[in-house]
């Protein structure tokens, strides 16, 4: 299995080190990388029994990347078999009205995880230091500023039994081309498209240089960022399955003792 050392985002981190058609994580032919993410997936629902079981840890795992880099088919794939009992998304889209009159992470806070679930952030808290310092809404102050504030925010949630892990879904210039296209020429897939993401499109080296300095400042020990390779949708998969299912075997999860007060009871 390779490691995930050298996608674990450091202080000086640019996102041009890490090639996102990188497949470190596919192993045999394609018929055997699916069974493997099936696999997996039989397997986190078998953890993610566990964690809600135990009753008193959480998990959340925050997706985040440019459009068309795969968030929703992450979820798709590798929570294909897990009970949606167990999994909660949630999908952080432009802020409506009542989220603005409050701080940035108000609507954040008010979604993070239950004792026992699994929490998926499509997009998240994340957007209010992508967006506003794109577009020069915010100064560097204020995204310094916000930086602090989030990994505050982030270490309280681990100091009050969440664990976190954050992917960043990399795909190149090109592969959103194409993608971005298949949507305009498959008319079932053209609801996924806006102009606007054409839009945000022409601005992609400004977000590129947002996401390097995001990263750097938010990567933490309680609260590292992983770099996924992504232009494979089968490695974005393989990697983020195993990144989860290596997190929830860490966390040594077990069900309750048994209630001696059933010992030897007999259901008639």
Sequence with gaps: M??????????????????????AFCEGDEAAQREEVDAM???????????????????????????????????????????????????????????????????????????????????????????????????????????????????????????????MLHIDKDEQRERLQARIDTPGK??????GDLEVRTKWSAYQRAYDNALSATSTEHAPWYVIPANSKRHRNLMIAQLLMKTLRQMKLKAPPPDPALKGMIVK
């Excluded at 390779?2 to 497949?23: E, I, M, N």
């Design 41 to 167: 997936a039989v397997e986190l629902d078998e953890l993610q029994n566990l964690l809600h079981a135990e009753g008193r840890r959480k998990v959340l795992l925050v997706l985040q990347g440019m459009d068309t880099s795969g968030k929703d088919g992450t979820v798709r794939w590798v929570f294909s078999r897990t009970s949606p009992l167990g999994v909660r998304v949630a999908a952080f889209k432009a802020p409506t009205e009542e989220e603005r009159a409050r701080d940035y992470l108000w609507r954040c806070h008010a979604v993070v995880p239950r004792n026992g679930e699994i929490a998926v952030w499509n997009r998240s808290h994340y957007e209010d230091v992508l967006v506003p310092v794109v577009e020069g809404w915010i100064d560097k102050a204020e995204a310094k500023r916000r930086y602090a504030q989030i990994n505050d925010f982030e270490r309280l949630l681990t100091e009050t039994g969440t664990v976190i892990v954050k992917c």
């Design 2 to 23: 390779a490691s995930f050392k050298k996608y674990r985002v450091g202080s000086k981190f640019k996102l041009s080190q890490v090639d996102p058609g990188d497949t």
């Design 190 to 195: 053209q609801w996924k498209f806006s102009m």
